[in-house]
């Protein structure tokens, strides 16, 4: 069974201050880890896949096979990045993402 | 940029009434997915749908859900007696190949009344 788990359902961060969200899965085989990014009124759209292994508006996020994490970082907030983040999880040959329960990123100015 | 695009944006039905929700997939796209987000809950896999055929279902898609590609570039998801708890947002997504982005539509707010 493959499982993502956020766990925090809110996080809020000053504006300039960095910025961590939590990502841990359960995944038998080897996993595709994504981060997607809900702005408000906006459609579920991708910030980053851990194999292109780019930065994308400041974020980075580093899968870490021991300890099954992928958090997502930003060193410095800024006050768009407020918004609905999922991390995600895909495998080879099973092409569903199963999502975590996602974290409202509040950025205050 | 193309997009996904889903009609309606809002359904109203009652109890048992069959709906069926829309979506346009991007056009070069070959994998089709349903999602739904239950208010309060996490986005849920429902299917996939490849080649013509459905390739993965999840423990929700059971017999009361059906998917079809009636044209080539329709994707469409029928609920044939919708239930109270079939009330959720309900997310069309395309994507070239397996293990791609998967590209999302607006949602379809469904509700069961």
């Known amino acids: 069974a493959q499982r993502v788990t956020q766990p925090e359902k809110l996080l809020s961060v000053f504006k300039g201050a960095p910025v961590e969200l939590k990502c841990n899965y359960s995944?038998?085989?080897?996993?595709?880890l994504f981060w997607y990014v809900q702005y408000s009124r906006q459609r579920l759209q991708l910030l980053l896949r851990?194999?292109s292994r780019e930065s994308i508006k400041g974020f980075t996020a580093d899968l870490n096979k021991g300890e099954t994490s992928f958090h997502l970082k930003k060193p410095f907030a800024q006050e768009e990045d407020s918004a609905m983040y999922y991390c995600?999880?895909?495998?080879?040959?099973?092409?569903?993402?199963?999502f975590g329960t996602g974290t409202r990123l509040t950025i205050i100015p | 940029e193309p997009e996904v695009t889903q009609t309606p944006s809002h359904q109203v039905t009652q109890m048992g009434q069959e709906v069926i929700l829309r979506c346009v997939p991007i056009?070069?796209?070959?994998?089709f997915y349903w999602y739904r987000q239950i208010l309060g809950q996490k986005v849920e896999f429902l299917v996939s749908?490849?080649?013509?055929?459905?390739?993965?279902k999840s423990e929700i898609f059971d017999d009361q859900f059906s998917v079809e590609r009636p044209d080539g570039s329709n994707f469409t998801l029928k609920i044939r007696s919708t239930k109270l708890e079939d009330s959720a947002m309900y997310f069309c997504?395309?994507?070239?190949?397996?293990?791609?982005?998967?590209?999302f539509g607006q949602g379809t707010r469904l509700t069961v009344v």
């Open positions: 851990h194999i």
């Open positions: 749908f490849y080649n013509n055929e459905i390739s993965e």
């Open positions: 995600a999880l895909s495998g080879f040959g099973n092409e569903k993402l199963t």
């Open positions: 995944y038998s085989g080897s996993p595709e």
């Open positions: 997504a395309s994507s070239v190949r397996e293990l791609t982005e998967a590209f």
């Open positions: 056009s070069n796209h070959l994998y």
